[in-house]
């Protein structure tokens, strides 16, 4: 059912660990035939974003719509915005041998895996617990509640590492990120990914 | 039953397609805890060969009764001598975290896959098959019978890469030998090679 020629790529993790910063170098490395996935979302554009580069900027009863048509490989509702990933936009590119990035939560990548058997799904591990719980405890301005919310909800996400591929631990962007460029060579070297035609071979081998 | 500290490494393909230059060139770049599995062999040594550096030279008689006590990984008997993969050796050096490389032949391969599950098995694939071909023909001054039944023998090798995790096509030495060592970084990646301690991490995070 997913037998395309790109592939999809899930980089996820718990919220804290980094992923964002390692998309973005990975991307840097402007890889041939790899693209990051632009998400749709109902939250206002920052100053500096651009439609259809940063995110596919979308009215609530759009977006909803889109829901709706079953338009979305995953999708949440995060503090109030919605953010989803269109899924056709991802299957053009992946039918045209193009390998997708998706960086998304453990929730968004859990739907995809459904649909998606041959995605390569990583999870982004951080160094040490400590360290996370400290860039969660010391991101904002937050209640208390909150924090220990967040904690609950990384720790959460963290329980659920078993059901990706690779690990990549953070605690270091460059090795983080050479990790996941080798893991993408390596995947595409993977047996159940070519189509070899033996019929043809032999006809040559024996020729 | 295979969860040993470091990975077996397998690295197999027909007859001809340049193994051994790929694994000489995988040694050079004296990856950290990789090693070469080292074969016993009972053919004589060859100028400039040592014991227990490129085989383990064992006379027929002691090779034979390590088959009968099962200390063999694989072996094999090519052209009248018998080659094999010293069981405990590998096994020693996976169990302090050495990862091992086996080059051996396809039926060899198998014989590993059955015991260890866990082994990475990367078969080494001919940029064509006509390169292949022309390789095994122009190897030396055989008959066209001993041509015509290393040719089959290569179809039949290459018919069972369907076995294996990856193909690492030898269009370029450097090429090929970077792909391999990406497969070894993205292995070692690879969640179900991970364990993670949760009832610490929850302590240590909810502290």
Redesign the interface.
């Known amino acids: 059912m997913d037998d395309y020629k790109g592939m999809l790529i899930v980089i996820s993790g718990p919220s804290g660990v980094g992923k964002s910063t390692i998309c973005k170098a990975l991307i840097e490395k402007e890889l041939r035939n790899v693209e990051l996935s632009i998400s749709a979302t109902t939250r206002r554009p920052r100053v500096g974003e651009v439609d259809s580069v940063n995110y596919y900027f979308k009215d609530e009863h759009v977006f909803k719509e889109m829901i709706y048509q079953n338009e979305f490989l995953e999708y949440a509702k995060v503090y109030g915005n919605y953010y989803g990933t269109p899924k056709q936009k991802v299957i053009d590119k992946l039918d045209n041998g193009i390998s997708v990035i998706l960086e998304i939560d453990t929730y968004g990548a859990m739907q995809v895996k459904k649909n998606f058997k041959k995605g390569v799904f990583i999870?982004i591990m951080p160094p040490c617990?400590?360290i996370l719980?400290n860039r969660i405890i010391n991101r904002g301005t937050e209640s208390k509640d909150d924090i220990r919310k967040r904690?609950k909800s990384?720790?959460k996400e963290?329980?659920e590492?078993?059901n990706?591929?690779?690990?990549?631990i953070n605690d270091d962007i460059d090795k983080a990120v050479?990790?996941i460029?080798?893991?993408l060579?390596?995947?595409s070297?993977?047996?159940d990914r070519?189509q070899?035609d033996?019929t043809e071979?032999?006809e040559?081998?024996?020729d």
Chains 1, 2 share one sequence.
Do not use: P, Q
């Open positions: 999870f617990f400590n719980k904690l990384a720790f963290i329980t590492v078993s990706y591929d690779y690990i990549v050479n990790k460029v080798c893991i060579n390596a995947e070297c993977r047996t070519y070899i033996f071979f032999k040559e081998f024996y």
